[in-house]
């Protein structure tokens, strides 16, 4: 059985350890465990004694089954394989042994200088929201849209003009969200990962030849840790998994000081975010009051993108947004419609600018949405609910044509359009990344989602009529970035190209015409461009995200290479 805490974290029922992380840890640390579960450990400190293996966003954390203490296993900044071994324990017996899941985590030893005898928080104030801007006169189109600052909300979260003061205890105080939207640069691909903050040891404004002696230092050596789940129902080795993923890629987007500015956080002092802390209550009632009127009839187009960019910011900045939108019963189906209907209108190219613009801003909230939630209860029962019909309807509008048809327009028209486009496809691909991440974790929940497999994402996808070529546009950026130049790639377009492959792995692995159809197309591709010892120049070493896409390239290559 599992229960929700106060912050919707899925955890096993353990009272007595709950209590005690509660008890011996920081508010900030707590509130970024993600799950914990029992298992047999062996370490080079720890012999084959059941503990509680905590996790959290950074970190692995180790306690006795009745908990007395709490010792920092591993940080996932040092990790660099996480796998399943497939072999039988001598020291368990019976059905233990027989049902047995053994995980071996390879890390590197911490920095001699980072002990600890506890944990202290690492986690950054919540920001508040940030401010949507007036525009007083209509506009023709959504580019160049651009919240601006004000001070005042507005008296009701329908009205239209800017809101007095209210009275609060009989004082006259009035309701503001910070003013910090930032210029809607937002189309560019930006959202992967949300977690605005970092400990000292993830910093990224440590140098580059830091970071690189650190790796190379004489004294780093490897360890493992061996985790042994004994639970049939065990889902601790996904939840490494997931959490090793998402460390890395939010550890490589905060050295793109566009990403840390889009999350608040100080070029100076990059473990420090630029916003005062907000209560749970008053998040709570911000976010009423946005989703209020994203909800209302007869929004204008323009108000419903300037309202859809504070989500964006707001959330960048505030994790805790997330768990109440997927606690909202109305939200995630109003961006799911939002996006069908995007999807469907401007085909004569009328509003295709406007259309893709705001496409492109509703896909990038659902993927920032679903990074980091996978242990929000809510969020599985929605993505579940009528067997994932608002799952499928996102996935058959977000599947489009990567080719512009239109025999009209200027040049530099056609131009600006197809960059909206090519924006549109980073975007897409990315959330599709999101939902193949999804998918893994839900097919192992039992009872509910079990029916939701990446193998259902892509029967589901077979029949649509631009499948081939929208997966065909998503194979040839990864050939084209890799074929180029052998220029650094940035920390976002390294992520991208990370999830990209991962997207291209499941349908090589998951869809029997995609596969067919990749390895038809692109094999000469693949064969003659795509060469993974040109790697290492256009994947830094020091981007944590930098090994494990090279590992992924090199399944890609295989598969797409093999013989029939």
């Known amino acids: ?188 691909l930006s959202v992967f990962d949300t977690s605005p903050a970092h400990s000292s040891s993830s910093s990224p404004s440590a140098s580059v030849s830091t970071a690189l002696t650190r790796r190379t230092t004489a004294e780093e050596k490897e360890e493992e840790l061996h985790l042994y789940s004994v639970s049939p129902m065990s889902r601790i080795y996904l939840h490494l998994q997931s959490s090793w993923s ?44 946005l989703s209020g009127e994203l909800l209302q009839d007869n929004i204008s187009l323009e108000s ?65 949405m679903f990074r980091e939630t996978e242990v929000e209860v809510a969020r599985l029962s929605m993505l579940t609910a009528k067997q994932g019909a608002l799952t499928e309807n996102m996935l058959l509008a977000l599947v489009c044509d990567p080719d512009l048809h239109h025999s009209n327009g200027s040049k530099s028209s056609l131009n600006k359009l197809q960059r909206l486009k090519a924006d549109y496809l980073d975007a897409a691909s990315v959330l599709l990344f999101e939902v193949v991440v999804f998918c893994q974790e839900a097919s192992s929940t039992p009872a509910l989602g079990r029916f939701l497999t990446i193998g259902w994402v892509f029967r589901l996808l077979k029949p649509h009529p631009f499948l081939f070529p929208f997966v065909g546009y998503q194979a040839q950026q990864l050939v084209l970035v890799l074929s180029g130049p052998r220029d ?37 591709e693949f064969r003659y461009y795509v060469k993974t010892s040109g790697l290492e120049d256009k994947l830094p070493h020091h981007y944590p995200i930098s090994q494990p896409a090279q590992h992924l390239l090199s399944q890609l290559l295989s598969l797409v290479l093999q013989k029939p």
């Not at 499941?506 to 038809?520: D, E, N």
């Open 1 to 188: 059985m599992a229960r929700t805490g106060a912050r919707g974290l899925l955890r096993h029922s353990n009272s007595k350890l709950d209590s005690f992380l509660k008890r011996n840890t920081s508010r900030d640390v707590y509130e970024r465990i993600r799950v914990y579960e029992p298992c047999v450990v062996v370490s080079g400190s720890v012999k084959k004694v059941f503990m509680h293996v905590i996790l959290s966003d950074e970190r692995v954390y180790l306690s006795e089954y009745q908990p007395r203490a709490l010792r920092e296993a591993l940080s996932f900044r040092h990790v660099k394989s996480i796998e399943l071994i497939n072999d039988l324990p001598d020291f368990l017996s019976g059905q233990d042994r027989e049902r047995s899941m053994h995980i071996r985590v390879v890390h590197t030893t911490k920095d001699p200088g980072k002990k600890s005898s506890r944990p202290k928080g690492s986690l950054q104030n919540e920001p508040s929201f940030p401010l949507r801007g007036r525009n007083s006169s209509a506009r023709h189109s959504l580019e160049g849209v651009s919240p601006r600052e004000s001070s005042s909300w507005r008296s009701s979260p329908t009205s239209m003009s800017d809101g007095g003061p209210e009275e609060e205890g009989g004082s006259v105080v009035p309701k503001r969200r910070s003013a910090s939207c930032p210029n809607p640069d937002v189309l560019a």
């Open 246 to 289: 998402s460390y890395i890629i939010r550890s490589t987007l905060l050295l793109d000081p566009a990403y840390r500015k889009r999350c608040g956080i100080s070029s100076s002092s990059p473990q420090k975010q630029q916003y005062q802390k907000t209560s749970w209550e008053r998040t709570c009632e911000l976010f009423s009051q």
């Open 304 to 368: 419903l993108y300037l309202l859809l960019q504070e989500l964006h910011t707001a959330t960048n900045r505030n994790p805790a947004i997330k768990k109440l939108f997927w606690r909202s019963p109305d939200l995630y189906p109003f961006l799911v419609k939002t996006l069908s209907e995007s999807s469907q209108d401007g085909q004569e190219g009328v509003h295709t600018a406007d259309r893709l613009l705001l496409s492109t801003l509703v896909v990038q909230i659902l993927s920032l």
């Open 488 to 524: 650094r790639l940035g920390p976002s377009q390294a992520v991208l190209l990370f999830q990209r492959c991962r997207v291209l792995l499941a349908c090589l692995q998951h869809s029997t015409c995609l596969s067919k159809y990749i390895r038809t197309a692109f094999k000469e």
